[in-house]
């Protein structure tokens, strides 16, 4: 067992286990946006970051992928790391307004406002559709594509892949999908999504194969139409 | 495509087995100039990789292409140095000019037009170089003439048939400073000084300066056909540039050419005489 510190409390973690479930377990809340229990942690959304060490040897990590030390000492809450979780949230709420996932975070770190040029992406590239579809479906249809700002999320060539069994547990787990209820209008998005008792998108005809268990809506594909 | 052609290939690379993914895309590459959806396909499947894998490792690197790349690559360099010196307008002159976007390529699939960021050659930009030949100091007036010797095509000078044989003055192509060593001659003129790094060692090596002599010194015997690092002795910069020996395959070393603007490119490989020189520019 190894013994550390988190945020004061001398708490013990069998080796290997991250910041992140440690500080879950003991009860002290870390945002997460790319992580999901049962799907390799990935690091991308940089909301998790803690901070640990000392005095000027104290920098942020991001808990989800930092394992236990010995005699570690972290800060989930320091003013440093909720100003850093303040301007990521910023940069996502200019990025991907209309998700209500990212909306309610921001909500709760008293951010109302974003200072960037304001974008209406429908992916934060957190990777966890990726994971999903490659570590529980064991299915690999869809993955990143490009570098930099073109990087994006989808099928190889944008075909309908052979090997996607339109299970939808990509579309299940993405934190940025309310925008799909929203058709074309992003501008005007009010979500609404968790209101509606039928799926919109499954009046479509193009989408008759969808399993539509999923709410509050399925088609990720709407915009296309 | 051949699709029996491209399993040739994979299996040249012992079946993708020990990694070696992207050997297998780049000879596909070198081949048809670009990497077809078909084999992209075939690659997956003998290899047992998912498409998706391979498909991210291909639009991933800027060397692969989705689309079939033209007879000719034009390369505008967009790095630091060439963006305050102009670079972006040369490229939209290109662009005027071919009447293609970057990334793409002429309809009669003659000249591609690329942006990239940086070709190592910081000293003289903007810098444009069409199919390895650089240019120096490109201004939009010069870039009708470029666009002509593209189309023209361009050639290295042949060193077996070649037998000028005079001196030059090189400079780093990074800070331009000199490297000539006026205290130490080699064929009876100031040597070339720079710095190797090899299996840890660093030291420095003396070249001829004479063009067509390959007489050189060094501090650590470096044995033949080994592959050097280049470093400049004064900014300390990897003396690296963007083409390969057409000769061996090693990564040339670009050095800048006092008085002419033009550029020298000499083989990284101990023993190579792979070398180019350019003052086109």
Known sequence: ?225 | MNPDHIREIIDRHEGGKKGGMISILEEIQSHYSYLPEEALKIVAEKTGRSLVDLYGVATFYKAFSLKPRGEHLISVCLGTACHVRGGPRIAEEFERQLEIKAGETTKEGEVSLETVNCLGACALGPIVTVDGHYFSNVTPAKVKEIVHKARVGLDGVNIHTDERIFPIEVACAHCNHSLMDPHYYIDGYPSIKVTVSFEQKHGWVRLSCLYGSFSVEQEYEIPMEAVVNFFCPHCHAELRGALECFTCGAPMVPLSVRGEAGIIQICSRRGCKGHWLDLTG
């Open chain 1, 1 to 225: 067992m190894i013994t550390l510190f988190v945020n004061g409390l001398e708490v013990s973690a069998e080796e290997g286990t991250t910041i992140l479930e440690l500080a879950r377990s003991y009860g002290f809340p870390i945002p997460t946006l790319c992580h999901m229990d049962g799907l390799s942690p990935y690091g991308a959304c940089r909301l998790c970051v803690v901070e640990i060490g000392e005095g000027s040897n104290a920098k942020l990590v991001s808990s989800c992928t930092y394992p236990v030390e010995e005699g570690l000492r972290v800060r989930t809450a320091s003013s440093r790391v909720v100003r850093a979780r303040r301007m990521i949230l910023e940069l996502l709420l200019a990025s991907c307004p209309q998700s209500k996932t990212i909306q309610d975070l921001a909500s709760a770190y008293d951010v109302h406002q974003q200072r960037f040029k304001q974008e209406y992406e429908d992916c934060i590239l957190c990777g966890r559709c990726v994971r999903v579809c490659e570590e529980q479906m064991r299915a690999k249809a869809i993955g990143f594509r490009g570098r930099g700002e073109r990087r994006s999320l989808g099928t190889p060539f944008d075909q309908k892949s052979e090997d996607c069994r339109l299970c939808g547990a990509c579309m299940y787990v993405c934190p940025a999908c309310q925008l799909r209820c929203t058709y074309t209008e992003p501008e005007k998005a009010i979500c609404g999504g968790c209101a509606n008792l039928s799926p919109p998108c499954l009046k479509k005809s193009s989408f008759d194969d969808l399993m539509c268990y999923m709410e509050p809506c399925v088609a990720c594909e709407i915009k296309k139409d």
